[in-house]
């Protein structure tokens, strides 16, 4: 056998062996040696990874310029270490930690690279969402500092890892005690030898001093080393720096203290109310509202908390939310002691480490002011500015709507169309503003003419419509314009002098005269034209001679 094929046997035997993803590159950064963790971690099996070019496996940061320094660093005495973001076979993307360093292989420079998953190491860090049961997990599988211990607790093996946590060299270490890194408490403190160890201590949260004096929080794992007879020859002792992990658990705490300040603080009303419908947190804007303090509203059912409406609306929307998953807004009214709330409520689940969802947060805003804002814009829509009767648009989807009812039921409706006979001279001998007042009093008159099922619109200038629904015959009609000549008969007070006007009125009929609105109301206007041409202050049908003489 060649010294090239027994250096090649000799790695691959290394790197089979090894229970961390190892990939051996050329200069060119082309795979030479996969081992299995390696297949596991990228996707792929050895059978395609040797040969493909490490950029494949790339997401960022190239993984062959890491290669290529690394070669440089360690002919000045130096290993690489980088964190990268490696992409899987599938394409996901996972974030790694890869450790260099040069070597030969087949008689040519070469790369090795140990990478290891850092996905775990990564949420530590964030520690927003993650748990206890997951730190501990995540303490197990982080590359942690190993070294050995005899039964005096004297250092016997010290690896890589442990000299970087402590800053020490293994030869400075080896042979003394462990106590040269301040651990407390250590091996011969706690007399783990002097006892037997029934199970391995495991996360114990130690401090150690590093060679340049910083302290650091770790986390130490703990176990017995014994020989083949069952005696205690020493102990094993690995620990992984945590301080990253605790800073990240006081600035957590110190965030959740923020946001809750800033929920205190909030003008919104502001709950969590978790999946049996009990609620977990209101913030002082919703107990102030409801009259409740925050401490008796805590462990309340929804239906116990808020008035009766309310609860059930929201009890919907929270059933809505817990089933899909997906956040809800929606607007509703709060009654209260002092009156109508109007609130914008926005929910969204709240899901465990998990994925479950476990609650809701509930944010509500006053919206009381854009609601009347809203409710004014929309009467300014419908309704005329002057008389505060419905405009031509109300009045047309109204008719439309009778139309489709009358049809349905087979009934009778008017359409009756009016306007103020010699209107212009008002606004010419008195003023605008006369005509405006002028226009409003006879706004009041005629909805006193009118039954609660009729309808009554200003359409512009001096003209008015009604709608008459639910008639028998034309003589209903009829009778409703004569109480208009007769609610007009009276003179008018405009401006301190008396003033008498009469009204001409065209009438449609439907289903007789229109079957839609368009005809309604063109012919209840051709009828009152045809009143007008009769001499004023009185009442015309439509019919179809007046259609012929419009032609």
Known sequence: MSSNQSSQNRYQTVINGANIAVLLLDEKGVLLEANKKAEELTGYPAKDLIGMNVERLDSGASLSEHSASTRNQSRQGQNFVCDATLRRKNGTLIPVEIRGSSTVYDAKEACLLIVTDITERRKTEQAFRASRDWA???????????????????????????????????????????????????????????????????????????????????????DLLRDEKGNIVGGVESFEDITRRKRAEEALKASEERYRTLAEAAHDMIFIINRDGYIEYVNYFVSEHIGLNQDEAVGLSVEDFFPPETARQLGESLGDVMKHGKPFYGESALPLARGELWIGTRLTPIRNEAGEISAVLGISRDITERKRSEKIIEHM????????????????????????????????????????????????????????????????????????????????????????????????????????????????DLDGHEFHITTSIGISLYPNHGQDARFLLKNADAALYYAKEQGRNNHQFYSSTLAVKAS
């Open 136 to 222: 501990e997990h995540i303490f197990r599988l982080v590359p942690s500092a190993i070294f050995t211990v005899d039964t005096n607790g004297n250092i016997t093996s010290f690896n890589k890892q442990a000299e970087e946590i402590t800053g020490y060299r293994a030869e400075e270490v080896m042979g003394k005690n462990c106590t040269v890194f301040a651990m407390s408490p250590c091996s011969t403190k706690c007399g783990l030898f002097q006892c037997e160890l029934v199970e391995p201590i495991i996360g114990k949260i130690c401090t150690i001093r590093r060679k340049d004096g910083a302290l650091l929080t770790a986390a130490k794992n703990l």
């Open 381 to 492: 829509a419908y309704y005329d500015s002057l008389t505060d009767l419905p405009n031509r648009m109300f009045f047309t989807e109204q008719l439309n709507s009778a139309i489709m009812l009358a049809q349905r039921n087979q009934e009778m409706m008017a359409v009756i169309f009016l306007d103020l006979d010699n209107f212009k001279t008002v606004n010419d001998t008195l003023g605008h503003c006369v005509g405006d007042q002028l226009l409003q009093d006879v706004s009041g008159r005629l909805k006193e003419c009118l039954r609660e099922s009729d309808f009554i619109a200003r359409f512009g200038g001096d003209e008015f419509v009604l709608l008459l629904t639910q008639i028998d015959c034309a003589k209903d009609a009829s009778q409703v314009a004569q109480k208009i000549f007769e609610a007009m008969r009276p003179p008018f």
